[in-house]
């Protein structure tokens, strides 16, 4: 299989996620059925964290600790008592609060006071010689920006030179949603227990959690039996959508695609867009733009069917095709505000995408036969707001999408969430920064639409395309790097991931 180089090891994660609000029951409820205490918990989170951290830095002998007033402080004072016993030069600097530290976090300091340790407060001058630094300053109970001193030895942390190890979060991400409002810990590595949270897969996750791990600290039989209300996805994912295909199918039975878009100056949009509807197993497509694209179109891509886009092409269209994309290349005058009136009114599934989504800001409608596929921009002009709100609660910004235009919302980003009106929601746990580049957009489009085509659901359309156009960018950035990477250049590798019978034989 090639080499995906992900930021994090896809078997090592659970495909639940669980909101932030719903950390604490699941601890008390796991714990009770489980006959333990919340410190023995708390234990095994200490024990975890530093089984880890062996396994990661087994030579580092000297480990600064940081830790919080709060129960990850307590998981750090654990870690800290298990680093002394086992030999190692152990350094604690811990934050005092105004209240009284949680009990199984206070369990856990006294445990390390009586164990010979000291407690150095913040203004403690770091020794010479640190290898490794643990962050257990913050939880996941955070939703505003850290103060001091939290945030000066968050800066502390990240200006030097040794490893920063995260427990259950970086200090300052905001784990219910990902955004971070003030100083964050940059870890290399972060271990996060019991659940995933959504602000470790989405938002600003990615340019702090570094290598993400898990542990369900031996929850795992009781975990299994709940339901969770999110889901992570990754390409090991695919082949619960994807199965292989009979023999006997022909063209008909994958789906004709109708795609409208590539207004004059914009054939390469509806291009990549026709293309990546092919790609991904499309039987027909069919391409309605302006007449100044039809012969480029035809020359780079023989496969397409390519006409002019005219009242009557579209009406034809719409009877002829399974499923409509719109968007790419539409442009905002007119012509593309003329076919966008045609297509509205079609009951059959369909996606609207780029130009469509800035004139649907303008007349909003309610859809359930829809997926929108905005970024954060346009999302942001659909719910009438600025970008920096859209970013700022992206799993808020998604359900409001969906609560005012229906059908299946697709927020794309890192972290790209897909939520349905019917309450669906997951992360495409997938993708790098070598998507941030033009056309990238227009190539999921005709992913989707194209597995719209071949019978899958809205919803299991938008995720299953959201998954492989990602887990594509990732093989070719194992091979060339992420820096000029093309939306073109997925498609020598979607090839892998739409037909995952063939990915499961590499493995």
């Not at 030579?59 to 190692?88: E, K, M, P, T, Y």
């Not at 942390?157 to 990902?178: E, K, M, Q, T, Y």
């Not at 299946?408 to 980003?413: C, D, R």
């Amino acid at each position: 299989m090639t080499n995906l180089n992900k930021q994090s090891n896809p078997t090592s994660l659970p495909y639940s996620v669980w909101p932030v609000e719903a950390m604490a029951r699941l601890e008390r409820e796991a714990a009770d059925a489980l006959g333990i205490t919340l410190f023995e918990l708390m234990q095994r989170a200490g024990d975890a964290a530093f089984a880890q951290l062996r396994a990661l830095w087994p030579d580092a002998q000297h480990w600064l600790i940081l830790c919080g007033h709060g129960n990850n402080g307590g998981d750090g004072f654990i870690v800290a008592r298990l680093a002394q016993s086992a030999g190692l030069t152990v350094t604690v600097i811990a934050c005092e609060g105004s209240k009284p530290l949680p009990e199984e976090a206070d369990q856990a300091r006294d445990a390390w006071l009586a164990a010979g340790g000291v407690i150095h407060d913040p203004s403690y001058v770091w020794p010479d010689g640190i290898e490794v630094i643990v962050d257990a300053l913050l939880g996941t109970g955070l939703n505003r920006a850290p103060n001091a001193p939290y945030a000066d030895l968050i800066e502390q942390a990240n200006g030097h030179a040794a490893p920063v190890f995260a427990v259950d979060i970086p200090s300052g991400l905001v784990a219910a949603n990902g955004t971070a409002p003030g100083a964050v810990i940059a870890a290399s590595h972060t271990l996060t227990f019991i659940a995933l949270k959504p602000g470790l897969l989405t938002g600003k996750a990615r340019d702090y959690t570094g290598q993400l791990h898990f542990h369900a600290l031996s929850l795992d039989a009781w975990l299994s039996q709940q339901q969770a209300p999110m889901a992570r996805f990754d390409a090991s994912s695919l082949s619960g959508w994807l199965k292989p295909r009979k023999p006997t199918s022909h063209k008909g039975d994958h789906g004709s695609l109708a795609i409208i878009g590539g207004d004059h100056g914009t054939a390469g949009a509806i291009r990549m867009t026709g293309e990546a509807a092919l790609r991904a197993g499309a039987g027909l497509v069919r391409v309605l733009t302006h007449k100044d694209n039809i012969t480029p179109l035809l020359t780079a891509r023989p496969e397409l069917m390519v006409q002019e886009l005219s009242d009557n092409a579209v009406d034809q269209a719409l009877e002829w095709a399974d499923v409509i994309v719109i968007g790419p290349g539409l442009g905002q005058g007119e012509w593309g505000k003329k076919a966008l009136q045609k297509v509205e009114n079609s009951q059959k599934p369909m996606l609207w995408d780029a130009d469509a989504l800035n004139l649907l800001a303008i007349s909003p409608d309610k859809r359930q036969n829809r997926i929108l596929t905005p970024h954060p921009g346009e999302a942001a002009r659909l719910l009438n707001c600025k970008t920096s709100e859209i970013e700022s609660d992206r799993l808020h910004s998604a359900r409001e999408l969906v609560k005012r235009y229906g059908g299946v919302v697709v927020l794309k980003g890192a972290g790209t969430i897909i939520a349905s009106e019917a309450g669906e929601m997951a992360f495409a746990d997938v993708g790098n920064a070598g998507m941030a580049s033009g056309g990238m957009g227009d190539v999921l489009s005709g992913i989707i639409g194209s597995l719209l085509g071949q019978k899958l659901s809205l919803y299991d359309a938008a995720c299953a395309g959201c998954v492989a156009h990602g887990a594509a960018a990732e093989a070719v950035s194992a091979r060339v790097g992420t820096r000029g990477m093309l939306a073109t250049d997925l498609f020598s590798e979607l090839y892998l991931f739409v037909n995952p019978e063939i990915l499961n034989k590499k493995e």
